[in-house]
Every structure is written in structure tokens, then in C-alpha cells.
């Protein structure tokens, strides 16, 4: 089949290199126009496009497909489906209408759960065990469409962020391959409509939410800290300095202690609820990820001292 192939970050990459090496001819990528990158705010190409170039696939990189020049340009590719991975633009219907097949799109949450930009962190920041990634027929409104193949991921109590992120694009990938064979087929995939009961948001990641609260309990904490490792990270105020909180573990704190207080020399840090955690990974400004051990070596951090909340300091 001719396939489009609309998708940006890294998140992307491992349904398009499927793709590539399948029997199906992908005519042309879409994604986001290069962004500015690095110390020297280099115009830098995404994921996505790097390797369409690196296959010399052509790209196309339109800011918006709402003009009728954009629309014009992208029925004129012929596909028979466009496949769509964290592409970045919400698709209108003339999009969505201009390849045989529609347009299918890989979101990596069990719908309706966490519709929206940020569901991989917004399951983890929630505690969920169970999760699932999903190719839905994509329609205008946000990650509303049928479902045409569901796979469930149960999440291991200590994964983060980047982990679930690399694991949802793998399965992902096998499930575009899998979905494509039953359109080449001629018979398609049973289009399943999504429950109208437990939708939930997946809003995008603030700033503001990164700082941690220490009047939460320890295992709230614990997932909001997986849920943004790597990154953007969670933080917290350590010693004057702005530090990323990248693993944790939860333990038994001393309610008669203050929010925020340590509870020992190694970074055990009393929370709410009675509760404690346990930093185990953190990174300082400019420098590389460190194990507690290697933090305390430059920040010693006392029994009874401080860990703030960063914004408040």
C-alpha cells in the first residue's frame, strides 16, 4: 500500500523504520518543521525527518494543513493511508478524508483513558499498574475515534517515563504492521467505538508541576517522579540548587517531622501521610545523572535539613 507517514519526535521512529522495512511504499513523511536546538539554537531537523532523509523519503514540514495549498499537496501523494505517531498538528477533515483508509493514528494509553498530549506521563503520575497502546481511526475530535487494535501493557512498579515511552513506540510499531495487513487484505479491522464512560485528559506537562510537594504522601511522590523521568524531570531545592528528583523509592517516614525534613545523612526525606522517601537518582544543574552516593559526595545533605518545594525555595 502507499503509505503516509505523519509523526515527529522520537517517539515516532520505531513505526517508521517498520515501515521502511516492510512490503508497503511509504511515499512521503510529514512532520514538524525543525526547531531551533543546542547551545547554538541550530535549526535542527526532527526524529522523524532524519531518518525519512536518511532513506530519501521526501518530507514536508507545513506549519498547518488547514490552507487548501496544504490539502491540495496532500491528496496529491495518492495514499492509501496515512499513519499517524505524535505528529503534532490535530488533522482537519480534508485530511482526514484524503487517503483511501482515512488516517490511523498510534496513542499510547488505554483509551479513553488520558486522551490528549501527555498520556504516557500522565498514567505513571497517576499510578496506574495497567495500561495499553492503541491504533485508533482518527477523527476530528481529540483521540476520540474507533479503536482498530488494543494491546495491554501491565507497567512494572519501578518503570519511569522514558522506559514506557520506549515500549509503547515497539509495540505501537507491530501494531500499525499488523493493522496495515488487514486493510491490504481488503478486510479492514473491526472498528471499535471508544467507552463514553472513564474518559480522562491527558494535559500536557507544566512547569508548575514539577516541583515536589513533600506535604504529599511518599508514593504519590514516587509517581509523579516517574511519570516525569527523564524528563522534564521532577524537582526539588537542595542546598540552594535546583535539583532533578530522577528515581525514588517510598519508606516509612516520622509524622512528628516537618514536610520536606531528612530524616537521615542519606537523602531519606519525610513526606505526608507518615510516609518517606528515599531519593536514589538525581541531577544537578549542568552535570550528569548521579546516584545518591555520588550526589552526597558534592552535597551533603544533614539529618534534619531542608528539601524545599523550587518554586517557593
Same mark, same amino acid.
Given at each position: 500500500?502507499?503509505?503516509?507517514?505523519?509523526?515527529?519526535?522520537?517517539?515516532?521512529?520505531?513505526?517508521?523504520?517498520?515501515?521502511?522495512?516492510?512490503?508497503?511504499?511509504?511515499?512521503?513523511?510529514?512532520?514538524?518543521?525543525?526547531?531551533?536546538?543546542?547551545?547554538?539554537?541550530?535549526?535542527?531537523?526532527?526524529?522523524?525527518?532524519?531518518?525519512?532523509?536518511?532513506?530519501?523519503?521526501?518530507?514536508?514540514?507545513?506549519?498547518?494543513?488547514?490552507? &487548501?495549498?496544504?490539502?491540495?499537496?496532500?491528496?496529491?501523494?495518492?495514499?492509501?493511508?496515512?499513519?499517524?505517531?505524535?505528529?503534532?498538528?490535530?488533522?482537519?477533515? &480534508?485530511?482526514?478524508?484524503?487517503?483511501?483508509?482515512?488516517?490511523?493514528?498510534?496513542?499510547?494509553?488505554?483509551?479513553?483513558?488520558?486522551? +490528549?498530549?501527555?498520556?504516557?506521563?500522565?498514567?505513571?503520575?497517576?499510578?496506574?499498574?495497567?495500561?495499553?497502546?492503541?491504533?485508533?481511526?482518527?477523527?476530528?475530535?481529540?483521540?476520540?475515534?474507533?479503536?482498530?487494535?488494543?494491546?495491554?501493557?501491565?507497567?512494572?512498579?519501578?518503570?519511569?517515563? +522514558?522506559?514506557?515511552?520506549?515500549?509503547?513506540?515497539?509495540? +505501537?510499531?507491530?501494531?500499525?504492521?499488523?493493522?496495515?495487513?488487514?486493510?491490504?487484505?481488503?478486510?479492514?479491522?473491526?472498528?471499535?467505538?471508544?467507552?463514553?464512560?472513564?474518559?480522562?485528559?491527558?494535559?500536557?506537562?507544566?512547569?508548575?508541576?514539577?516541583?515536589?510537594?513533600?506535604?504529599?504522601?511518599?508514593?504519590?511522590?514516587?509517581?509523579?517522579?516517574?511519570?516525569?523521568?527523564?524528563?522534564?524531570?521532577?524537582?526539588?531545592?537542595?542546598?540552594?540548587?535546583?535539583?532533578?528528583?530522577?528515581?525514588?523509592?517510598?519508606?516509612?517516614? &516520622?509524622?512528628?517531622?516537618?514536610?520536606?525534613?531528612?530524616?537521615?545523612?542519606?537523602?531519606?526525606?519525610?513526606? +505526608?501521610?507518615?510516609?518517606?522517601?528515599?531519593?536514589?537518582?538525581?541531577?544537578?544543574?549542568?552535570?550528569?545523572?548521579?546516584?545518591?552516593?555520588?550526589?552526597?559526595?558534592?552535597?551533603?545533605?544533614?539529618?534534619?535539613?531542608?528539601?524545599?518545594?523550587?518554586?517557593?525555595?
Amino acid at each position: 500500500m502507499r503509505i503516509l507517514f505523519m509523526g515527529t519526535p522520537d517517539f515516532a521512529v520505531p513505526a517508521l523504520q517498520a515501515l521502511l522495512q516492510s512490503p508497503h511504499e511509504v511515499v512521503a513523511v510529514y512532520s514538524q518543521p525543525p526547531r531551533p536546538a543546542g547551545r547554538g539554537l541550530k535549526l535542527t531537523p526532527s526524529p522523524v525527518q532524519k531518518l525519512a532523509e536518511q532513506h530519501a523519503i521526501p518530507v514536508f514540514t507545513p506549519s498547518s494543513l488547514k490552507t &487548501a495549498e496544504a490539502q491540495a499537496e496532500f491528496s496529491q501523494h495518492q495514499a492509501d493511508i496515512a499513519v499517524v505517531a505524535a505528529y503534532g498538528l490535530l488533522l482537519p477533515q &480534508a485530511i482526514l478524508d484524503a487517503p483511501r483508509f482515512g488516517c490511523i493514528n498510534i496513542h499510547p494509553s488505554d483509551l479513553p483513558r488520558w486522551r +490528549g498530549a501527555a498520556p504516557i506521563q500522565r498514567t505513571l503520575m497517576a499510578g496506574d499498574t495497567e495500561t495499553a497502546c492503541c491504533v485508533m481511526q482518527l477523527e476530528l475530535g481529540l483521540d476520540t475515534g474507533p479503536i482498530l487494535r488494543r494491546d495491554a501493557y501491565t507497567i512494572p512498579p519501578e518503570m519511569d517515563a +522514558g522506559e514506557l515511552h520506549r515500549i509503547m513506540a515497539e509495540i +505501537g510499531a507491530q501494531q500499525v504492521l499488523a493493522v496495515l495487513e488487514q486493510f491490504a487484505s481488503d478486510t479492514p479491522p473491526l472498528a471499535t467505538p471508544q467507552a463514553s464512560e472513564g474518559v480522562t485528559h491527558a494535559e500536557k506537562i507544566s512547569k508548575a508541576e514539577r516541583p515536589l510537594d513533600w506535604s504529599r504522601p511518599a508514593i504519590a511522590l514516587q509517581h509523579h517522579i516517574r511519570g516525569l523521568s527523564p524528563a522534564p524531570a521532577a524537582t526539588a531545592e537542595i542546598a540552594g540548587e535546583t535539583v532533578k528528583i530522577l528515581r525514588a523509592t517510598v519508606e516509612a517516614g &516520622a509524622p512528628q517531622k516537618a514536610a520536606g525534613e531528612a530524616l537521615d545523612d542519606n537523602l531519606l526525606i519525610n513526606a +505526608g501521610n507518615g510516609s518517606a522517601l528515599r531519593l536514589l537518582e538525581l541531577q544537578r544543574p549542568g552535570k550528569n545523572r548521579q546516584t545518591a552516593a555520588q550526589f552526597l559526595q558534592g552535597i551533603p545533605v544533614a539529618k534534619g535539613s531542608q528539601v524545599k518545594n523550587s518554586i517557593r525555595g
